[in-house]
């Protein structure tokens, strides 16, 4: 596959900024597709700067305008740096900000981005792309930038050969010369740039998309104030087996998106309280308890962290095995415990299977259902919904049946879609929810893990009172061997979740 090229004395070309300042060729492209394509890319680029580094979250656009050379004054918090290059129209001034992942580390850093075009005599069509990050200094580079005054992109593309070539260039800093490091850099941008630009030319649809419900801006902020407070401490405190940085982080994203979906959801009102189903160890429990929302969680096996956690966690923490009433058998009928918001109130000491209580799967009209990787309670999300008229979210992960067993669900039927075992799986529990008469949103959560499709139902297209459900899980399967395979979970090893 090609790679950038070091340029040549045969292909160079200057730049030739108004003021005089040099800028430096480093790498250059071969490349076919057109300028509306490097356009494209370049925007998206722009709005998205964490394809090209993972240490920054997203960019904030706060100026987005024609240029117009005669009196440009547009209304903006952060004025943008205007310059000019021999022969180029400047055709739009963006600025935007860029914002870290962690904000405990860098900073974020204004840039503008100005774009310009030219037609040679020859026919052929010129666009430039400039960053010029709010900095005067290679000091003041934060460390997710290279420390530059200036990146520049040039694309040269031939309409009647269809043939072009990209290109990348520096201004540099007299304090801070060309070295291994920005060149590594650049290389880096142009080959990311090629590679989106190809991608787009041969018509690739992006399958994969963020920030559907939630604008991105908005759960990211929340992430890192949650990170902030929360994610040292809680690492520290780690006590299970498993990687703490996956789990801490992956819950607190997760807490992060619960909390503005309900803040968009319940503006104004009174929030009903969450469940957390399938909770394994009990930290998003414990996050959303300490800001300030009420709820619990349950899981057939006690976990190690439950003790770690807060003494309002530790409260509303509880091992019980869920059985849904309509299943239950004599063997579990008497075990069943009434429902509430707080799990002092939802579980009374009744009959219990080998000491653990039995919960028949209703809670107070509206809670909140979190089914966060429950694995066998997946499937059963939607129908516990439906069951107590409560909406919820569900992340799938671990492929299980309505009856409890470990399942492989039948692959998508719309043509083009994945049919790997997660994709089956995320579609079949999306068709129960459907079923069930939720109008199902999607979104892919920024999360630590490939296994990041949340499922939300928090409309409904068909009333409570026309679903039956026994016919919905007759559909799906059955549900026969579920009480069964329910009581195993009592003796069974627990994972890190």
């Known amino acids: 596959m090609p790679v950038p090229t070091n340029f040549g004395t045969d292909c160079f070309q200057a730049l030739e900024e108004a003021s005089g300042t040099p800028w430096t060729p480093l790498f250059n492209h071969e490349c076919s597709f057109p300028p509306e394509i490097f356009r494209e890319v370049m925007m998206n680029l722009i709005r998205n700067p964490n394809i090209n580094s993972h240490l920054l979250f997203r960019a904030d656009i706060s100026l987005n305008v024609p240029f117009s050379a005669e009196n440009f004054q547009p209304q903006s918090k952060i004025p943008p740096r205007i310059t000019h290059f021999k022969?180029?129209?400047l055709k739009t001034v963006i600025v935007r900000t860029m914002i870290p992942r962690n904000v405990l580390l860098d900073k974020a850093l204004?840039?503008?981005?100005?774009?310009?075009?030219?037609?040679?005599?020859?026919?052929?069509?010129?666009?430039?792309?400039?960053?010029?990050?709010?900095?005067?200094?290679?000091?003041?580079?934060?460390?997710?930038?290279?420390?530059?005054?200036?990146?520049?992109?040039?694309?040269?593309?031939?309409?009647?050969?269809?043939?072009?070539?990209?290109?990348?260039?520096?201004?540099?800093?007299?304090?801070?010369?060309?070295?291994?490091?920005?060149?590594?850099?650049?290389?880096?941008?142009?080959?990311?740039?090629?590679?989106?630009?190809?991608?787009?030319?041969?018509?690739?649809?992006?399958r994969v998309h963020h920030d559907v419900v939630l604008p991105q801006a908005t759960v990211q902020n929340t992430y890192?104030?949650?990170?902030?407070?929360?994610?040292?401490?809680?690492?520290?405190?780690?006590?299970?087996?498993?990687?703490?940085?996956?789990?801490?982080?992956?819950?607190?994203?997760?807490?992060?998106?619960?909390?503005?979906?309900?803040?968009?959801?319940?503006?104004?009102?009174?929030?009903?309280?969450f469940v957390d189903i399938g909770c394994g160890n009990g930290l998003l429990v414990h996050i959303l308890l300490e800001e300030g929302y009420a709820g619990w969680g349950f899981d057939?096996?006690?976990?190690?962290?439950?003790?770690?956690?807060s003494q309002k966690a530790q409260e509303n923490l509880k091992e019980l095995i869920l059985i849904p009433s309509m299943l239950q058998t004599s063997k579990t009928t008497n075990a069943t415990t009434d429902s509430g918001i707080q799990a002092n109130d939802t579980c009374s000491q009744g009959d219990t299977y080998h000491g653990v209580s039995i919960h028949d799967g209703t809670f107070p009209k509206g809670t909140f259902i979190i089914s966060n990787h429950a694995d066998e309670l997946t499937p059963w999300t939607p129908i516990l919904a439906n069951l107590s008229e409560s909406p919820f979210i569900m992340i799938p992960c671990c492929s299980h049946a309505l009856s409890g067993a470990r399942f492989r669900a039948p692959p998508p039927k719309n043509a083009g879609a994945s049919s790997s075992a997660y994709a089956s799986l995320v579609e079949w529990v999306s068709k129960i929810a459907k079923d069930a008469g939720w109008d199902v949103e999607k979104e892919m959560l920024r999360i630590p893990s490939t296994r990041n499709s949340a499922l939300i139902g928090r409309r409904r297209v068909v009333p409570f009172e026309d679903v039956i459900i026994k016919e919905l899980v007759d559909a799906h399967g059955g549900a026969a061997g579920w009480e069964e395979n329910s009581l195993k979970l009592i003796k069974k090893a627990s994972t890190g979740h």
Not at 140 to 167: C, D, M, Q, W
Not at 259 to 272: H, I, N, R, S
Not at 300 to 309: I, L, M, N, P, Q
Request: charged share 25%.
């Open 110 to 206: 204004d840039q503008s981005c100005l774009y310009y075009e030219r037609v040679r005599d020859s026919g052929e069509i010129e666009s430039l792309v400039i960053y010029l990050p709010h900095i005067s200094s290679a000091a003041e580079t934060p460390f997710y930038h290279p420390a530059v005054r200036g990146i520049a992109f040039l694309h040269k593309y031939n309409p009647a050969s269809k043939e072009g070539i990209v290109s990348i260039y520096y201004s540099f800093f007299d304090s801070e010369p060309r070295s291994a490091k920005l060149e590594r850099t650049a290389f880096h941008l142009l080959e990311i740039l090629h590679k989106h630009g190809k991608g787009s030319n041969a018509g690739y649809v992006k």
């Open 224 to 273: 890192a104030r949650l990170k902030a407070k929360y994610g040292k401490s809680l690492c520290q405190q780690w006590v299970e087996t498993t990687d703490p940085t996956k789990h801490v982080f992956e819950d607190l994203a997760i807490a992060a998106f619960l909390v503005e979906l309900w803040a968009e959801m319940y503006k104004g009102k009174t929030f009903p309280g």
């Open 300 to 309: 057939a096996r006690e976990r190690k962290s439950w003790g770690v956690w």
């Open 87 to 89: 022969g180029f129209d």
